[in-house]
T-cell receptor, first 113, second 113 residues
Framework: SQQGEEDPQALSIQEGENATMNCSYKTSINNLQWYRQNSGRGLVHLILIRSNEREKHSGRLRVTLDTSKKSSSLLITASRAADTASYFCATYPPTGANSKLTFGKGITLSVRP | DTEVTQTPKHLVMGMTNKKSLKCEQHMGHRAMYWYKQKAKKPPELMFVYSYEKLSINESVPSRFSPECPNSSLLNLHLHALQPEDSALYLC????????????FGPGTRLLVL
């Protein structure tokens, strides 16, 4: 069963604009991760944010986490055509036996040159 | 070396064939994963190996048989597959199987005829 639910499901923007993608989840987490996948390729890890963190940055990426609302957002600033990809949030539960990373349905981002 | 390699890149097999998918990492990671991904869907976890022992089997049909010969290698043996098993098979690894960043290979695109 999917834990994360991304919003919107598809996003189309012009190069240079900012892209904001949201993820909501249902149960408590140990951490939340964002991954990018170019068409038909493997996933690339972007950022991991732990449940006791509120915001993390990596280059043009900014991720926030609001555990009270069970939601996270991924902001890509000054987007480029190369950012065109599918983006997945994935949640990891509080550590326990058979804990696993659960992916949301994904967001398709298209950046127009 | 931060790469996970997978062979072959593409595989076409009949329903009576036996084939194997291979995955290799040299990052010293002690957790390795197999995922199945259908088009426009998120990855679905199949198996997790932790310290070379199978720790999670997500009720995968027995026609898929994983093997972890050593800490760097992960195989997925395929036998008597069905056309609905056609998908992208992704291998991933992480330092340990406790919610850490996962590093994905490029995947094997499998077509079952």
């Amino acid at each position: 069963s999917q834990q994360g639910e991304e919003d919107p499901q598809a996003l189309s923007i012009q190069e240079g604009e900012n892209a904001t993608m949201n993820c909501s989840y249902k149960t408590s987490i140990n951490n939340l991760q964002w991954y990018r996948q170019n068409s038909g390729r493997g996933l690339v890890h972007l950022i991991l944010i732990r449940s006791n963190e509120r915001e993390k940055h990596s280059g043009r990426l900014r991720v926030t986490l609001d555990t009270s609302k069970k939601s996270s957002s991924l902001l890509i600033t000054a987007s480029r055509a190369a950012d065109t990809a599918s983006y997945f949030c994935a949640t990891y539960p509080p550590t326990g036996a058979n804990s696993k990373l659960t992916f949301g349905k994904g967001i398709t981002l298209s950046v127009r040159p | 070396d931060t790469e996970v390699t997978q062979t072959p890149k593409h595989l076409v097999m009949g329903m009576t064939n036996k084939k194997s998918l291979k995955c290799e990492q040299h990052m010293g990671h002690r957790a390795m994963y197999w995922y199945k991904q259908k088009a426009k869907k998120p990855p679905e976890l199949m198996f997790v190996y932790s310290y070379e022992k199978l720790s999670i089997n997500e009720s995968v049909p027995s026609r898929f048989s994983p093997e972890c010969p050593n800490s760097s290698l992960l195989n997925l043996h395929l036998h008597a597959l069905q056309p609905e098993d056609s998908a992208l098979y992704l291998c991933a690894s992480s330092q340990v199987a406790e919610g850490e960043t996962q590093y994905f290979g490029p995947g094997t695109r499998l077509l079952v005829l």
